[in-house]
């Protein structure tokens, strides 16, 4: 099994453009999530999935869009990229809710 | 929402030293995880401990439900200990984990 997934590991956008984060997991795990950790902040939940098609929103959902058509992928996406979205993104899954997390190993965001 | 609180925020000890790290939430969980993030940023999982006590090599860990804290042990440190060390609580009428703030450890050859 790879576990969770996530590409790219590193990327730098300039304030305005789009991107999406991708996440996958092999372990058919039902509930995915996303998370943005900041200096001194701890991890925040951006959005949450329990399960494909079902979507919802965490702690810091403004400027993030997600969808679930499959079990395996959730991908975040970044509609107008702003210098505030500067972070590292964690996807975690968990067989489900409320279960225990794995988490990816980050995206490292500059924004511009 | 639950309030986790973890301390000390900074530890820094020498190698073979023992130390607790202590995370205090505001409700009641159903849902405890500690988590250690290592000086490359990866997020390892180290106990699911909603209540009891768990053990695993040098490291246990504690979590006491009814008042409201859980505890990590550490024995004879190494210096691969080094890192921040994360709680995560979800309270019974959640499906948000909320993180602590985390206890920052370095360990001194």
């Known amino acids: 099994n790879a576990g969770v997934t996530q590409t790219p590991k590193f990327q730098v956008l300039k304030t305005g453009q789009s991107m999406t984060l991708q996440c996958a997991q092999d372990?058919?795990?039902?509930?995915m999530s996303w998370y943005r950790q900041d200096p001194g902040m701890g991890l925040r939940l951006i959005h949450y999935?329990?399960?494909?098609?079902?979507?919802d929103q965490g702690e810091v959902p403004n400027g993030y869009n997600v969808s679930r058509s499959t079990t395996e992928d959730f991908p975040l996406r970044l509609l107008s990229a702003a210098p505030s979205q500067t972070s590292v993104y964690f996807c975690?899954?968990?067989?489900?809710?409320?279960?225990?997390?794995?988490f990816g190993p980050g995206t490292r965001l500059t924004v511009t | 929402g639950i309030q986790v609180e973890q301390s000390p925020p900074d530890l820094i000890l020498q190698e073979g030293a023992n130390s607790t790290l202590r995370c205090n939430f505001s409700?009641?969980?159903?849902?405890l995880q500690w988590f250690h993030q290592n000086p490359w940023g990866q997020l390892i999982n180290l106990f699911y401990?909603?209540?009891g006590t768990k053990q695993n090599g040098r490291l246990s860990a504690t979590t006491v439900a009814t008042e409201r804290y859980s505890l990590l042990y550490i024995s004879s440190s190494q210096t691969t200990d080094s890192g921040v060390y994360f709680c995560a609580a979800v309270s019974g009428g959640s499906y948000i984990p909320t993180f602590g703030r985390g206890t920052s450890l370095i360990v001194h050859p």
């Open positions: 999935s329990v399960g494909a098609g079902i979507t």
């Open positions: 975690a899954s968990s067989y489900r809710i409320r279960y225990e997390q794995y």
């Open positions: 401990i909603p209540s």
């Open positions: 372990m058919n795990h039902e509930y």
């Open positions: 409700d009641s969980v159903n849902n």
